[in-house]
């Protein structure tokens, strides 16, 4: 069973008069495990097709299947529910809450899911992304890279089975955005991690088990390759 499945996915927006597809019948399937990289230029869809896979975005025809179940008919309460147990999400901008600091802001999730051990599993994901020494920082204290493993270590906190990251390193020079690169790249496969990443840089798709491309909302090449799971456990 597929850890992440889409079945004819088509998003459409209003533009003036006209409907716009920015999602064109997509079918993709991704293994447990497995490390899928979608590429594609700017205003190709990549944002919008990981927002449909985490159910922030409802499709206009088909359907988001995560561990064979559909998605697109729970309520918000339930897809809120699902994203907190099962998706982790990395953004480019990185999302912390200001007000709290990065020891805080990994905290977070595991206290909403009322985990036992949160302060301490929020130390530990901490110092593992070597960040010891800033947990109790506010993010305006922290650098762009910092304040990137701050959000990957929330994304990993309560170990959720999948992994979406919207252009992680997208705001990060080059040798910054390579270690943030490795970091997610490590802890994925340390916790057996399904991950789907969106990118237009080479250098970050390269790391995947599997790279497909979307063109104006279209998927060119989404056939798994043949030891695509086993290359991600």
Do not use: W
Not at 205 to 214: F, G, Q
């Amino acid at each position: 069973m597929a850890s992440i499945e889409t079945r004819n996915l088509t998003r459409r927006l209003p533009s003036g008069p006209n409907l716009i597809t920015i999602i064109d019948d997509v079918n993709l399937s991704v293994a447990p495990g497995e490390f899928v990289a979608v590429a594609g230029p700017s205003g190709s869809g990549k944002s919008t097709l990981l927002a449909l896979l985490a159910g922030l975005d409802r499709p206009d025809e088909g359907e988001v299947l995560i561990g064979g179940a559909p998605i697109s008919n729970l309520s918000e309460t339930d897809l809120a529910l699902l994203r907190r147990r099962r998706i982790g999400f990395v953004f480019q901008s990185f999302q912390l809450i200001a007000n709290y600091t990065a020891h805080e802001n990994v905290m977070l999730p595991l206290e909403l899911n009322g985990a036992n051990g949160a302060r301490r599993r929020a130390a530990d994901l901490l110092e593992r992304l070597g960040l010891a020494e800033r947990t109790h920082h506010y993010p305006s204290e922290l650098s762009g890279g910092e304040q990137q493993r701050v959000a990957l270590a929330r994304a990993f906190a309560a170990s959720p089975e999948i992994l979406l990251a919207d252009e992680p390193t997208g705001n990060l020079d080059g040798d910054t955005g390579r270690t943030v690169l490795d970091a997610l790249v490590a802890m994925r496969q340390e916790q057996r991690t399904t991950l789907v990443l969106v990118s237009h840089d080479d250098a970050v798709t390269s790391s995947a088990d599997r790279c497909v491309h979307l063109r104006d909302g279209r998927l060119l090449d989404a056939s798994p390759e043949p030891d695509a799971a086993a290359a991600g456990s």
